[in-house]
T-cell receptor
């Protein structure tokens, strides 16, 4: 373990509030990813970034935003526009995008009250 | 669009029995296939990838392009194999992975 960290482990927010999930890696990886993990639905890609200052929407980007200002960091903001934000969020990184092994963080469980 | 299907959400076997976790994909090009595993209270991690042709922890997976499948097999399951298994696909030189829904494997003593 180590190398890619996510904080906090548990996060609670009230409806209508934006919240930012942190993801940091010290693996010198170019590519980073955000997934949402729901029971029975597997991992669904929210956003990914192949290189610093660049990112692309995944399959379920609506209601989320990201930034990639530093190679080490890829924060995810869950906005109030996300209709069903309660979920487990996983961050991952890889040397380059695509076929390289992805290394996952421990995850953040977000609960909207 | 590429798609990965794992038809079994839950799979239960007894220790020492063979186990096969099914994975089917739809993709028109040449895919790269992976199996990721998540043990209880651990991070999701790569188990194996088809281009390596390795056997990891006794597991093997063969890419069958004719049947568009990448089933994961182990001849003798162990209790420590109990975990959530995800099949994933990327196109060659692609930029992202597409994951299946996952199969929860339970190996009973």
């Amino acid at each position: 373990d180590g190398g890619i960290t996510q904080s906090p482990k548990y996060l609670f927010r009230k409806e209508g509030q934006n919240v930012t999930l942190s993801c940091e890696q010290n693996l010198n990886h170019d590519a980073m990813y955000w997934y949402r993990q729901d029971p029975g639905q597997g991992l669904r890609l929210i956003y990914y970034s192949q290189i610093v200052n660049d990112f692309q929407k995944g399959d379920i980007a609506e209601g989320y935003s990201v930034s990639r200002e530093k190679k080490e960091s890829f924060p995810l903001t869950v906005t109030s526009a996300q209709k069903n934000p309660t979920a487990f969020y996983l961050c991952a990184s890889s040397i380059t995008a695509g076929g390289d092994t992805q290394y996952f963080g421990p995850g953040t469980r977000l609960t909207v009250l | 669009a590429q798609r990965v299907t794992q038809p079994e959400k839950l799979l239960s076997v007894f220790k020492g029995a063979p186990v096969e976790l099914k994975c089917n994909y739809s993709y028109s090009g040449s895919p790269e296939l992976f199996w990721y595993v998540q043990y209880s209270r651990q991070r999701l991690q790569l188990l194996l990838r088809h281009i390596s042709r390795e056997s990891i922890k006794g597991f093997t997976a063969d890419l069958n392009k004719g049947e568009t499948s990448f089933h994961l097999k182990k001849p003798f399951a162990q209790e420590e194999d109990s975990a959530m298994y995800y099949c994933a696909l990327t196109e060659t030189s692609g930029s992202r992975l597409t994951f299946g829904e996952g199969t929860q494997l339970t190996v009973n003593p």
